[in-house]
């Protein structure tokens, strides 16, 4: 179990900007939904499926992370790495 102490997470708070939180969600697109059910179940048992779960389609998806990168780019948001926009891999560190 990881223990984050407050003092850690006002830290790790601070070293993470927009066009990190950007990344992260679109790396998370790949993960099936029933993946994330499943790993959830085996920690928590009596998770709950959420039965009406929204539907958003793929290119609903790229446009909304378009969206906000563009956003980001517009409000002169600096990463922590060096970001090509046409891919969402981040650098290894």
Not at 55 to 77: C, D, M, P, V
Request: net charge positive; charged share 20%.
């Amino acid at each position: 179990m990881i223990l984050c102490t407050m003092k850690t997470w006002k830290k790790a708070q601070r070293n993470v900007n927009l066009k990190d939180v950007v990344f992260s969600l679109a790396n998370w697109a790949s993960v099936s939904t029933l993946l994330i059910n499943k790993l959830w179940k085996n920690l928590l048992p009596n998770f709950i499926d959420s039965v009406n779960s929204i539907k958003i389609s793929h290119s609903e998806a790229r446009a909304a992370l378009n969206t906000s990168l563009q956003w980001a780019e517009e409000q002169n948001f600096e990463a922590h790495g060096n970001y090509a926009p046409q891919t969402f891999k981040r650098p290894r560190i």
